[in-house]
C-alpha cells in the first residue's frame, strides 16, 4: 500500500501545482517573474530560496552524511546553507554598482570572455540540478518497488515530464508560485515526520549531537573545512539563487536572504538527523538509506519521508528548467525572447538532464563536489574585484577559471590511474580539501598580481 499512497499523494502535489501555476504568460513573467501584481514579495521570495535549495538532492545529501560522519557530517552540508548570506551580500554589492544580473558585473569587468567562462559554469550547474534531483527519483522508486526495476527509469522520466510541462507554460512566474504551494505542503508532511522522531522513546538528542557516524567523525570535519572554502563563491554560480536577488527591491531582497538561511539551515540540520538516527540504531545503509527508512519507521513516517522528497525534487526541477530558459535567451541570446524560445531552452536542458540520469553517476555527492569546486574561480575574482574595488586584468580572471576547472576536473577524475599519481593518499574529502586551497592560492595569486588601484568606492 505504500507505494500507492506515495504515488496517489505525488499526484495530489503536481496537482496543486498545475492549479497555482498562472493561467496566462507574458514574457516578461516567464523570464523575470513578474506577476500581476508586480515582483514577488517577501515570503514569495522566501519560500521560493528555500525550497529550491531544500532540494531532493540536499536532504539525501545531509542523511548520508550524517550516517557515516555523525553531527559533523550534518554540519558540514549545513554550512552550504551559509551561502544565503554571502549571496546575499554579493548581491547587494553588485546591485549597489547598477548591476542587473551576476553577468551584467561580470561583462562591466571581463566582457564577452568572463562571461562566456561563467555561462559555462552555471550551464553545467543547472544540468547537475536536473541530472541529481531525477537520479533521487530513481532512487526512491528503486527502493518503493524493489520487484518492478523498469518502474525506475519511467518513473524518472515522468516527473521530469510533468516538472517540464508546467515549467515550460509558466516559467519564472509559474515557479514561484508553485515554489511557495510546494513548500507548505513539504513543511507539513516533514514536519510531521520530524516531530514523530525527536518524540520517540528511542530518540537521545545528545546521542545524535555527539554521534561519529558509522565511519567516524575525521572526514565529517574535513567536509567542514571544504565548505568553508566554497561558501562565498558556491551561491554565485547558482543561477537559481542569483536570479531571485535580482527580482525585488533591495530591502526586500536583503531580508528574504536571511530568512532563507535560517529556514532552510533549520530543514537541512532536521534531515540530517534521520540519517544519524539510522547510524544510533545500527541499521545498514540500503537504497541510499530510503529502504534503511522503510524498515526503521512507521510506515506513515516512511511515506512523509519519501514525500518529502519527491515534493523538493519537483520544486527544484521547475526552478532549474526557469533558469536555464533565461541562461539561453536573456544571457547566451540563443533563442528568441519568446515564450516558445524560453520553452525551447527548457526541453534541451530537461532531456540532458533525463539522459545523464539514466546514464550516469550514482553519486550525489559528487556533483555538489566538482560544481562547488569550478565555483571558486570566483572567490578572488570578487573578493578582490567586488569587496575591494580593485580592477582585475582578465588574464588574471582566466587564470583563475583554468585553475578551479582544472580542480573540478580532477577531483571528477580522481578513480584514474593518471590523476591519482598527482594526488595524496587519503579519503576523497581530503583530496577535495588539498584541490581547493591548491585553486584558492593560485586563484589569488593571479588575482592580485592582476590587480590594479581601486577603481571606485565600495
Not at 527519483?137 to 526495476?149: N, Q, R
Not at 528511542?202 to 572526514?219: C, W
Not at 583530496?431 to 592560492?441: D, K, P, R, S, T
Request: charged share 10%; glycine share 10%; hydrophobic share 60%.
Amino acid at each position: 500500500m505504500q507505494p500507492v499512497t506515495i504515488l496517489v499523494l505525488f499526484a495530489l502535489v503536481v496537482a496543486v501545482s498545475l492549479l497555482v501555476a498562472p493561467r496566462r504568460v507574458t514574457a516578461e513573467g516567464f523570464f523575470d517573474g513578474q506577476g500581476s501584481s508586480g515582483a514577488p514579495g517577501l515570503w514569495t521570495l522566501v519560500l521560493s530560496q528555500v525550497t529550491t535549495w531544500i532540494f531532493a538532492r540536499s536532504l539525501m545529501n545531509a542523511a548520508i552524511l550524517g550516517y557515516y560522519y555523525g553531527s559533523a557530517g550534518v554540519l558540514a552540508y549545513a554550512a552550504y546553507y551559509g551561502s544565503f548570506l554571502t549571496g546575499g551580500f554579493i548581491v547587494a554589492r553588485m546591485r549597489a554598482q547598477g548591476a542587473g544580473s551576476v553577468q551584467d558585473w561580470l561583462g562591466d569587468h571581463f566582457g564577452t570572455v568572463g562571461n562566456g567562462c561563467y555561462n559555462l559554469v552555471i550551464a553545467l550547474r543547472l544540468l547537475s540540478e536536473v541530472f541529481a534531483n531525477l537520479l533521487v527519483i530513481g532512487l526512491i522508486f528503486a527502493a518503493i518497488l524493489p520487484d518492478l526495476a523498469d518502474w525506475k527509469d519511467i518513473a524518472v522520466l515522468s516527473v521530469g515530464a510533468l516538472a517540464l510541462i508546467y515549467s515550460a507554460w509558466g516559467g519564472l512566474s509559474a515557479a514561484l508560485r508553485t515554489d511557495v504551494a510546494q513548500m507548505v505542503i513539504f513543511m507539513a508532511v516533514f514536519g510531521a515526520a520530524f516531530a514523530a522522531l525527536i518524540l520517540s522513546p528511542g530518540f537521545d538528542l545528545m546521542a545524535v549531537v555527539t554521534a561519529e557516524g558509522v565511519a567516524g567523525s575525521h572526514n565529517g570535519w574535513v567536509l567542514l573545512i571544504v565548505a568553508f572554502l566554497q561558501v562565498f563563491s558556491y551561491p554565485v554560480h547558482d543561477p537559481v539563487m542569483m536570479d531571485r536577488g535580482f527580482l525585488s527591491d533591495e530591502k526586500t531582497t536583503q531580508r528574504s536572504f536571511v530568512y532563507a538561511f535560517i529556514l532552510s539551515t533549520l530543514i537541512i540540520l532536521a534531515f540530517g538527523v534521520f540519517g544519524v538516527q539510522a547510524a544510533l540504531v545500527g541499521a545498514e545503509v540500503e537504497q541510499q538509506l530510503i529502504g534503511t527508512w522503510a524498515q526503521m519507521f512507521p510506515g506513515w513516517i516512511f511515506v512523509a519521508l519519501v514525500l518529502s522528497l519527491v515534493i523538493s525534487a519537483l520544486s527544484t526541477l521547475d526552478s532549474a528548467l526557469s533558469s536555464a530558459a533565461r541562461l539561453v535567451v536573456e544571457e547566451l541570446k540563443l533563442a528568441p525572447r519568446s515564450l516558445n524560445g524560453g520553452r525551447a531552452a527548457m526541453v534541451v536542458f530537461a532531456a540532458i538532464g533525463a539522459g545523464l540520469t539514466l546514464w550516469g553517476s550514482q553519486s550525489l555527492f559528487d556533483a555538489v563536489a566538482v560544481s562547488g569546486t569550478a565555483s571558486m574561480f570566483l572567490t578572488p575574482v570578487l573578493v578582490v574585484g567586488l569587496v575591494m574595488g580593485r580592477q582585475v586584468a582578465l588574464w588574471a580572471y582566466l587564470v583563475s577559471f583554468a585553475a578551479a576547472m582544472l580542480g573540478a576536473l580532477t577531483y571528477f577524475a580522481r578513480g584514474s590511474g593518471f590523476v591519482s599519481a598527482w594526488l595524496i593518499e587519503g579519503h576523497k574529502y581530503e583530496q577535495l580539501l588539498v584541490i581547493c586551497v591548491v585553486v584558492l592560492i593560485v586563484g589569488f595569486g593571479a588575482v592580485l598580481a592582476g590587480s590594479a588601484r581601486r577603481v571606485r568606492a565600495v
